[in-house]
C-alpha cells in the first residue's frame, strides 16, 4: 500500500544508505517527474548508466525493498540481475526492463565483445526508448526500417538483435522473427545484392605501400609491416607466437583467434630484415599487447579472447584519432581513390602472392592456408580485387613459373610404374585450376 511522505522518505533513506554503506555498484535514485524507481550503476565516483525499473514505484515500500534487493544482489554478482517476479512486468509494461534483462542473458552466454557488441547497443541506444507497453510490433517495425534489399547487413543485424530477445525467454519473437526472415532477398536478386554490397578493396602497389612503411615511427612500422608481410588478420598479430628461422610465422588457434592454427611465409621476404620484424619482435610484441591489452575469459575450461575486435579496432583509431598519416590509393574497381585500411593490407598479400615470384611453386589451396581460410573464400572474396595486369600476372606465373620448372625435377627421380613426367603435369595443372 502507499506510504506517508515521511514514512516513505525514511525508508527510502534506509535503503540508500544501506546500498552507500555497502558500497553496492548499483544505488536507488529518484527522478522528481516520474513516481518510479530508478537505478544508477556507478564504478568508483564515475557514473556508468541509469535505468528505470518501471513499474516498481518510489512510494512503495515493498517495491523499494525488491529494489534495494536487486542492487544487493547485482552487486554479488558484478552483473544487474532480473528477478523472477519482474518478469511478467517487463513482458506487459516496461521496455528498459526488458533491455536490462536481456543484457544480462547475452552477457552470461556470449563471451566475446565482439559478438555481442552490436545487439546490447540496438538494445541501450534504440530499444530501451521504445514507447511501453512492451509490443512484438514495435520490433517488427523497427526491423523493417531497414530494406532488405538495400540495406540487408543492417536487416540482418536487426534480426539477430530480435532473435537475442528471444532467446532470453522473456518474450516470444517466434512469429515476427519469422516473418522477417522471409523478407530476405532469394535467388538472383541475393547474388546481386552480394556482388553490390561488398565493400571495394584498396589495393596499394607495393612501392607505395614500402614508401608508406619507411615513414611511420618504429613501433607503427613494426604493426603494420608485419601484418602487411604475412597477410594478418590484424587482430592476429595480438596472438602470434613468433617468427622462426626461415621467416615463418606461427599464428595460433585455441579459441585466441578467428581461425584455427595456422603458418604463412613473408611476402616480400625482403621485408622481414627492412623493418626488423624478427629482430624486434619481442620489444615491439610486449609493446603492442601493454597498449592495446587482450582480455581472457574462461568458458567451459577453455581461454576465450573476448575483446578481439576492440584492440584491433585501436589501429584504426590511430588514423582516425591520433592523426596518422593515411595511405591512399585507386579503388580496387578503378572507380577513384581511398585510404588503406589495416584490413587491406591482408587482401593485397593475397593479391601479392598469386603474382610474385618467390611464390611461384604456391597453388591457391597453399595460400589460403598461409591465410587461416578456405580456398572458396580465398578466391571469390581476396581474389576477387586483383584488376587486369595482375591478373595476366598471375596466369604467366603460372603457366611458366608453376608448372615447367617442377617436372623436370622429378624426371631424374625414380617414379612409379605408370606414372610418366606428363601425368605430373597434368596433375599439377589440375590442382592449379582447383580440381581436386
Request: glycine share 6%; charged share 25%.
Amino acid at each position: 500500500m502507499p506510504l506517508s511522505r515521511s514514512h516513505r522518505l525514511d525508508f527510502w533513506d534506509q535503503c540508500v544508505q544501506e546500498l552507500r554503506a555497502r558500497r553496492s555498484r548499483f544505488r536507488l535514485r529518484r527522478d522528481s517527474n516520474s513516481p518510479f524507481i530508478y537505478i544508477r550503476e556507478v564504478h568508483g565516483a564515475a557514473k556508468v548508466r541509469e535505468f528505470s525499473l518501471r513499474p516498481l514505484l518510489c512510494s512503495h515500500n515493498e517495491d523499494v525493498e525488491a529494489a534495494r534487493d536487486l542492487c544487493l544482489q547485482g552487486h554479488r554478482l558484478g552483473r544487474w540481475p532480473i528477478h523472477p517476479s519482474q518478469q511478467q512486468a517487463v513482458v506487459e509494461h516496461s521496455w528498459s526492463l526488458l533491455v536490462e534483462a536481456c543484457v544480462v542473458d547475452i552477457e552470461l552466454r556470449i563471451a566475446k565483445e565482439g559478438s555481442r557488441v552490436h545487439a546490447i547497443n540496438d538494445l541501450r541506444k534504440r530499444i530501451a526508448r521504445f514507447r511501453d507497453p512492451v509490443d512484438p510490433q514495435q520490433l517488427q517495425n523497427w526491423a523493417q526500417e531497414k530494406d532488405p534489399l538495400r540495406s540487408l547487413k543492417s536487416f540482418n543485424r536487426r534480426i539477430e538483435t530480435l532473435s537475442q530477445i528471444h532467446r532470453s525467454g522473456l518474450l516470444d519473437l517466434s512469429a515476427v522473427l519469422t516473418r522477417l526472415r522471409a523478407l530476405r532477398p532469394k535467388g538472383a536478386a541475393e547474388k546481386i545484392r552480394k556482388a553490390s554490397a561488398m565493400r571495394v578493396r584498396v589495393i596499394p602497389a607495393d612501392d607505395d605501400l614500402q614508401n608508406w612503411l619507411d615513414r611511420l615511427d618504429p613501433f607503427l612500422q613494426w604493426v603494420f609491416a608485419t601484418i602487411a608481410t604475412y597477410g594478418l588478420r590484424p587482430h592476429e598479430l595480438w596472438h602470434a607466437t613468433g617468427i622462426d628461422a626461415k621467416g615463418w610465422i606461427s599464428i595460433p588457434g585455441d579459441m585466441k583467434t578467428k581461425t584455427g592454427e595456422h603458418f604463412a611465409p613473408p611476402v616480400p621476404e625482403a621485408w622481414v630484415e627492412r623493418y626488423g620484424l624478427r629482430r624486434h619482435w619481442d620489444r615491439f610484441h610486449a609493446q603492442l599487447n601493454r597498449r592495446w591489452t587482450v582480455r581472457f575469459v574462461q568458458v567451459s575450461g577453455v581461454q576465450i579472447a573476448v575483446n578481439n575486435v576492440a584492440v584491433s579496432n585501436g589501429l584504426y583509431k590511430e588514423f582516425q584519432r591520433k592523426g596518422l598519416q593515411k595511405l591512399w590509393a585507386p579503388l580496387a574497381d578503378g572507380e577513384g581513390m581511398d585510404w588503406v585500411r589495416p584490413y587491406d593490407l591482408r587482401h593485397a598479400y593475397a593479391i601479392r602472392c598469386a603474382t610474385s615470384s618467390e611464390t611461384a611453386d604456391a597453388f591457391d589451396d597453399d595460400m589460403a592456408q598461409w591465410m587461416g581460410h578456405g580456398l572458396d573464400i580465398h578466391r571469390r572474396i581476396y581474389l576477387r580485387w586483383m584488376n587486369a595486369s595482375r591478373k595476366k600476372e598471375s596466369m604467366q606465373r603460372r603457366r611458366g613459373g608453376t608448372l615447367n620448372p617442377v617436372v623436370p625435377a622429378v624426371v631424374g627421380a625414380a617414379l612409379p610404374r605408370g606414372i610418366t613426367p606428363e601425368l605430373i603435369a597434368m596433375a599439377m595443372k589440375l590442382k592449379a585450376a582447383g580440381i581436386a
